[in-house]
């Protein structure tokens, strides 16, 4: 597609269960980011990934939150034993280069019941 | 650390008036710096973007900023306001390095009254 994709759109899960948020950044784009949009908290870095690497995962907030990317393409941001703190909008971006436009994705809401 | 503080979480405007939104921002290494406008259940979309060069800089929309490192600003101006407009508005800043990692700033919601 022409965009970031993100799925889901929604996911609503109960308290302690795992769960998946997929990304499908632009073809081509080296770097990818997550971040996490919360009421309480606003817009948060998570993880960058250069290629399939992780330089940089100072924003996942605890050993809960792992993320991988795979064949420099698609990337999976998993959430372990879900607390109702992780409810959040999960966005996903990617560039082309690591110092150019980051495009983002529209996001996959996330709700822990 | 680099940081972004934008003053006012809501600003209300009347259709045809100025449009002034407001980033300071913290770094202690010449930042690049964004605004980013979010439509309801919409994802970011870049405005604009400062990193050398001329500090007045225009973006899509009609919006501009002007980057003044001695008042450590970035505020964001439209002459006219559209009601399409109205949508959420973030300042964020990168703190360089080899990573393009954006730090946002709190979020302006724009309100624009017809």
């Known amino acids: 597609g022409a965009g970031v994709s993100q799925s889901p759109s929604n996911k609503v899960t109960e308290k302690g269960k795992d769960v998946e948020l997929r990304c499908d950044p632009i073809?081509?784009?080296?770097?990818l980011y997550w971040y996490r949009q919360s009421l309480g908290q606003g817009l948060e870095f998570l993880i960058y990934?250069?290629?399939?690497?992780?330089?940089?995962k100072s924003g996942l907030p605890s050993d809960r939150f792992s993320a991988e990317r795979t064949g420099g393409s698609v990337s999976t941001l998993t959430i372990q034993r879900t607390q109702q703190e992780d409810s959040a909008v999960y966005l996903c971006?990617?560039?082309?280069?690591?110092?150019?436009?980051?495009?983002f994705g529209q996001g996959t809401r996330l709700t822990v019941v | 650390a680099q940081s972004v503080t934008q003053l006012g979480s809501h600003v209300s405007v009347s259709e045809g008036a100025l449009v002034l939104l407001r980033c300071n921002y913290s770094?202690?290494?010449?930042?690049?710096l964004f605004w980013y406008v979010q439509y309801p259940n919409q994802g970011l979309q870049l405005l604009l973007k400062?990193?050398?060069?001329?500090?007045l800089v225009k973006g899509i929309n009609g919006f501009e900023a002007e980057f003044k490192k001695s008042e450590t600003s970035f505020h964001l101006t439209k002459p006219s306001a559209h009601m399409s407009d109205a949508a959420e508005y973030f300042c964020?800043?990168?703190?360089?390095?080899?990573?393009?990692?954006?730090?946002f700033g709190t979020g302006t919601l724009l309100a624009v009254q017809p």
């Open positions: 971006a990617s560039s082309l280069l690591w110092n150019t436009e980051a495009f």
């Open positions: 400062y990193t050398t060069g001329a500090t």
């Open positions: 770094s202690s290494v010449p930042p690049y």
């Open positions: 964020a800043v990168t703190p360089g390095g080899a990573t393009n990692k954006l730090i």
């Open positions: 073809s081509g784009h080296t770097a």
């Open positions: 990934f250069q290629g399939n690497s992780a330089p940089d």
